[in-house]
Each structure stands twice: as C-alpha cells, then as structure tokens.
C-alpha cells in the first residue's frame, strides 16, 4: 500500500509555475528520492506535502486520506509527517533535549520523563548523548543536522521528508548525516529526500526521480536514473554534478 | 572546524614545547609601549578638555550666584527627604506602569502580528491605537486624560490625578512598547516557524514555545531602555498635581527661589537610572555578541 500519493499537483508562485502535473508513488518502508537542478522544485513540493504551501490543483493523500482538502487539520496532517530542512532549523533558545522532546510532549501529550527518556535513547543511538543538554549554536553543522533528524523522528512520522540536508553542510560532516539517513532506511522508515549527493542517492533510494522545471521528467531505479540515464537532460545534469565532484 | 581530531593533537603536542622567537619577544615589547603611549595620549586629552570645561564654568561672570540658587549643599541636605518621598511615588508608578504595560503593549503586538481572520476588527483597532497613541506627545495624553476625564462627571469614575496621570502614561507607553515587541516577534525568522508547524506544534504553541521566547530575549535591551525613558518620564504627571519627585522640588523650590531642589531631583533620578542604562548596555552588548556567535555558527 501506498502511504503517500501525490497526483498531478500543480503549485505557482504568482505567475510562476513551479510544479506541473506531479505525481508520485511512495510505497511503505522505500526512500524516494528527488533529484535535479536548484529552482526545479524539489523542496517545493516537499513543503505541498507537509501542507507548509497550498498547492494550486492535484491531490495529496497520505494513508489514503486526503490532506490536500481544505477543511483538514492541518496540525493533525503534520503529526504525522517529519520534515527536516537544509538550514536544521533548531530552537536556539532551547537545549538539545528540549528541541528533540518539545513535539512529543506538547504535541502527542507524552510524559515528560517518557520524553526525555526516549530522546536520550535516541540521542545515544547517533552517538550524540554527550550533547543532550547543550545548547545548538555549541554544536557542528553536522551535530546540529542529526539533532533535527532526531527531532523529527522522535513522534515516529508515517513519512519522513528529507530537504537536502546536507547542503550546507561541508564534505566530512556530509557523511555523519547520511549514514543516519541510511540506518533509518534500514529501520523501514518511509522517505522523501530531496538530495544532490548521487552516491547517497544510489544506495538508499527505491525510486529516484528526476525534477526539471517542476515536472518529473525520468523516474526508475537508481541504476536506471543514476547510472544508465536516457533523457539527454538528464545526462547533463548527472554530467554536471559529476564535474561537481558529487557523484 | 571539519577534520579536527587528527589536528588537535598535533597542536596540543606542540603548544608543550613552544617557546617564543625572538621576533615575538620584541613585537611583545613594542605592544606594550604602544599600548602605554595611547593611555599617556588619553590621560592628557581628557586632563586639556574636561579641565578647560571646569575652568570655563568657574570663571564664568555668574558663577556664584549659580553656585548658590542652584548648589546650596546645605539647603539641598534639607530638602533631600522631601523629594527622595517624591521620587518613591515616581519608582511606585513606574512599576505599576511597567506591569501594566507589558500587558497591554503584548496583547497589541500579537494582535498586530496574528492572521486569524476573526481577529481583523481587533488587528484595526491596535493599529489605529498604536498610531495614535505613537503619535500624540505625553504631555499633552496626560492633560486631555487628567484634566478631561474628571470633567466627565461620570458616577463611579475615578478622579484621582495619580490614577489619571498613571492610565495616560500606560496608554502612550503601550503603543511604544506594542512596536518593540512587534518588531522582536517580526525578527524571528519564519524557517522556526516551519519548523515548528512542521513538528505539529499549532498556531498559538508555536508562538508560545519558539517565537515569542526568542523575540522577548532579542527585544530586552530596547525594552530596558524604555524602562529608564519611562521613569523619567513618570515625572510628567506632576503636572496634574501628583506629588512625586519633580512636584516636590518645584514646591521647594517656589517657596525659597533657590533652585537646588531641581539639582536634588536629578541627581536622585540619575542614582537610579545610570545604573538602569550601565546593565542595560552590558544586556545589549552581550545579546550582539551572542547573535555574531551564532551567525558564525
């Protein structure tokens, strides 16, 4: 069963139209992953999903509901829904712990002690225990990610959307974050990664789509998109990010 | 910052063995008599100027007479408890006031800020009466509330000139502090707010739990600052007659044609502000340093 469905979405800014007759597929426990050029619309249709922008025609269901109906519970929707962002995005006015547990508590109405309990055994599992009651700007860009991966895990979301978060991220730190990533594939958590790192991308991606100009215009397997790509454009693109030294 | 590990130990095994060269002991030493020449430097220019300020107004023709109306040590010790009674009624109101505003001045900035379309005739109100209130100078909020109100003859209505003199600084006060706020909640960047929404939060438990925190610490130091402009200001509605520090020097003070009474009020109002302005710049000074620390984050 399809735990998330997006059918032919179309979203514009003014007069601009940055996704066009989109659909997508994500079958439970598989990691689908975006990829293309920057402004061809990745994170935008990742933040359509988490209903942060409206979308202008289409569908979206998640569980076979539709969340892209007006009257939903948009609060309700985004319970169920994790999102990480390129930029982490950590409350810098609270502690690691405070970050990863606020949602849990106020949110899903967890016990405090539950909370925190759960947070340490996570925070411990990344490896990141020691910086439970440390504040984010004390942190590496790459400790700061993993926290708001944590964070974002931590009321156990149906799907979890991934915004390229390694990209401000420098090429040691990169890989920190993505091995996260790759243990909660293995865990069978459900994704959608907006991403530029083609290897990454190779390993853990069930589908990889490729987005030009707000369309999906070549989508397969990894080794059908990565390694065997058929439309010229996306040869090009592969070739450029290769020179890039990404792949 | 990225490979650190391998790093860190080479530079710890060689901070042990370091020794300064040659060349650093004389850059050491020119630092230092670079450093003793610019205190020499200060040292003189401050001597020159204040010096030539003390000589100015000492031999100034009407320096005398200045000393006595304005400087009677003696008849200042007398009237000091006078208006040290005035000014706890200036401390008391400000206190008051400052609770009063806080609240106010909140419920208008969220107002201001808030999308909810039931809210709109309330979002137009606050507007309109930051406006106004922005706009219109103390003084006279003061004589139109002390003077105005009491001529309504409304059963019931209070006519105390402290109470009036009170409300009309609440009111103005509001509309400053309502924009501080505003524009504190304005600054958080609207990725916390994603994140936030994102993580389930609502409307009002993100404003609660991720904005509003952030805004108050960013706004503090302004905020403090219109702590020290409001006590000085509370001084104001000794025009209606209130008896606080100022009314009480003026008393003294048209009673004997000696000034000094004037002197007492401001030297009592500055015991209590400049240390007010010295924290308050210590609070701005630290909050910058904490923003850079994070922008380089």
């Given at each position: 069963?399809?735990?998330?469905?997006?059918?032919?979405?179309?979203?514009?800014?003014?007069?601009?139209?940055?996704?066009?007759?989109?659909?997508?597929?994500?079958?439970?426990?598989?990691?689908?992953?975006?990829?293309?050029?920057?402004?061809?619309?990745?994170?935008?249709?990742?933040?359509?999903?988490?209903?942060?922008?409206?979308?202008?025609?289409?569908?979206?269901?998640?569980?076979?509901?539709?969340?892209?109906?007006?009257?939903?519970?948009?609060?309700?929707?985004?319970?169920?829904?994790?999102?990480?962002?390129?930029?982490?995005?950590?409350?810098?006015?609270?502690?690691?712990?405070?970050?990863?547990?606020?949602?849990?508590?106020?949110?899903?109405?967890?016990?405090?002690?539950?909370?925190?309990?759960?947070?340490?055994?996570?925070?411990?599992?990344?490896?990141?225990?020691?910086?439970?009651?440390?504040?984010?700007?004390?942190?590496?860009?790459?400790?700061?990610?993993?926290?708001?991966?944590?964070?974002?895990?931590?009321?156990?979301?149906?799907?979890?959307?991934?915004?390229?978060?390694?990209?401000?991220?420098?090429?040691?730190?990169?890989?920190?974050?993505?091995?996260?990533?790759?243990?909660?594939?293995?865990?069978?958590?459900?994704?959608?990664?907006?991403?530029?790192?083609?290897?990454?991308?190779?390993?853990?991606?069930?589908?990889?789509?490729?987005?030009?100009?707000?369309?999906?215009?070549?989508?397969?397997?990894?080794?059908?998109?990565?390694?065997?790509?058929?439309?010229?454009?996306?040869?090009?693109?592969?070739?450029?990010?290769?020179?890039?030294?990404?792949? | 910052?990225?490979?650190?590990?391998?790093?860190?130990?080479?530079?710890?095994?060689?901070?042990?063995?370091?020794?300064?060269?040659?060349?650093?002991?004389e850059r050491i030493a020119q630092r230092k008599s670079l450093a003793r020449k610019r205190i020499a430097i200060a040292t003189l220019s401050s001597v020159v100027?204040?010096?030539?300020?003390?000589?100015?107004?000492?031999?100034?023709?009407?320096?005398?007479?200045?000393?006595?109306?304005?400087?009677?040590?003696?008849?200042?010790?007398?009237?000091?408890?006078?208006?040290?009674?005035?000014?706890?009624?200036?401390?008391?109101?400000?206190?008051?006031?400052?609770?009063?505003?806080?609240?106010?001045?909140?419920?208008?900035?969220?107002?201001?800020?808030?999308?909810?379309?039931?809210?709109?005739?309330?979002?137009?109100?606050?507007?309109?009466?930051?406006?106004?209130?922005?706009?219109?100078?103390?003084?006279?909020?003061?004589?139109?509330?002390?003077?105005?109100?009491?001529?309504?003859?409304?059963?019931?209505?209070?006519?105390?000139?402290?109470?009036?003199?009170?409300?009309?600084?609440?009111?103005?006060?509001?509309?400053?502090?309502?924009?501080?706020?505003?524009?504190?909640?304005?600054?958080?960047?609207?990725?916390?707010?994603?994140?936030?929404?994102?993580?389930?939060?609502?409307?009002?438990?993100?404003?609660?739990?991720?904005?509003?925190?952030?805004?108050?610490?960013?706004?503090?130091?302004?905020?403090?600052?219109?702590?020290?402009?409001?006590?000085?200001?509370?001084?104001?509605?000794?025009?209606?007659?209130?008896?606080?520090?100022?009314?009480?020097?003026?008393?003294?003070?048209?009673?004997?044609?000696?000034?000094?009474?004037?002197?007492?009020?401001?030297?009592?109002?500055?015991?209590?502000?400049?240390?007010?302005?010295?924290?308050?710049?210590?609070?701005?000074?630290?909050?910058?340093?904490?923003?850079?620390?994070?922008?380089?984050?």
């Open positions: 069963m399809n735990v998330l469905e997006v059918n032919n979405v179309r979203k514009c800014f003014g007069s601009e139209v940055v996704l066009e007759d989109l659909s997508l597929s994500v079958p439970e426990h598989t990691a689908t992953v975006l990829i293309g050029a920057s402004g061809s619309g990745k994170s935008t249709l990742l933040r359509c999903i988490n209903l942060l922008d409206e979308i202008d025609d289409g569908s979206i269901h998640l569980d076979g509901e539709e969340i892209s109906d007006p009257h939903i519970d948009v609060d309700v929707v985004r319970r169920r829904l994790g999102m990480v962002f390129q930029s982490f995005n950590l409350f810098p006015h609270m502690t690691v712990l405070d970050n990863i547990t606020l949602s849990p508590i106020k949110v899903h109405g967890l016990e405090k002690d539950e909370a925190r309990h759960k947070a340490i055994e996570l925070l411990t599992r990344f490896g990141l225990a020691d910086k439970a009651n440390q504040f984010p700007d004390r942190l590496s860009g790459g400790q700061q990610q993993r926290v708001a991966i944590i964070r974002s895990i931590a009321v156990r979301p149906r799907v979890l959307l991934l915004d390229e978060v390694t990209s401000a991220l420098d090429p040691v730190l990169v890989n920190e974050v993505l091995s996260i990533v790759r243990d909660l594939k293995q865990d069978g958590m459900t994704m959608v990664l907006a991403t530029h790192e083609m290897g990454f991308a190779t390993q853990v991606a069930d589908e990889v789509c490729f987005l030009e100009s707000g369309r999906i215009v070549e989508r397969g397997s990894a080794t059908q998109v990565i390694s065997d790509p058929q439309l010229p454009q996306t040869k090009e693109f592969l070739k450029r990010v290769h020179e890039a030294g990404r792949l | 910052m990225n490979t650190n590990d391998g790093p860190i130990h080479a530079s710890v095994g060689r901070a042990l063995s370091w020794s300064p060269s040659q060349r650093e002991i100027v204040l010096g030539a300020l003390v000589i100015a107004v000492v031999t100034s023709p009407g320096f005398t007479v200045v000393k006595e109306t304005f400087f009677d040590l003696s008849y200042g010790r007398k009237v000091l408890h006078l208006v040290a009674r005035g000014i706890l009624t200036n401390i008391m109101l400000t206190i008051i006031a400052s609770i009063a505003i806080g609240i106010i001045a909140m419920t208008l900035a969220l107002l201001r800020t808030s999308r909810s379309a039931a809210l709109t005739p309330f979002r137009i109100l606050a507007t309109v009466y930051v406006d106004i209130f922005r706009g219109v100078p103390l003084l006279l909020v003061i004589l139109l509330i002390g003077f105005g109100v009491p001529a309504l003859r409304i059963h019931g209505l209070t006519s105390s000139v402290l109470v009036l003199g009170t409300i009309a600084v609440v009111l103005t006060y509001s509309a400053y502090v309502a924009e501080v706020l505003r524009s504190g909640i304005l600054s958080v960047h609207p990725s916390q707010r994603a994140a936030a929404r994102s993580l389930g939060l609502s409307q009002s438990q993100t404003l609660r739990y991720v904005v509003l925190p952030q805004a108050v610490k960013r706004v503090i130091p302004p905020l403090l600052n219109d702590l020290v402009a409001l006590l000085k200001d509370t001084g104001l509605v000794s025009i209606l007659g209130v008896i606080d520090a100022v009314r009480a020097a003026q008393i003294e003070a048209s009673r004997t044609f000696n000034y000094t009474p004037y002197v007492v009020a401001s030297v009592l109002f500055l015991c209590i502000t400049i240390p007010l302005t010295r924290y308050t710049d210590r609070t701005l000074l630290r909050s910058i340093a904490r923003q850079n620390a994070q922008g380089a984050a």
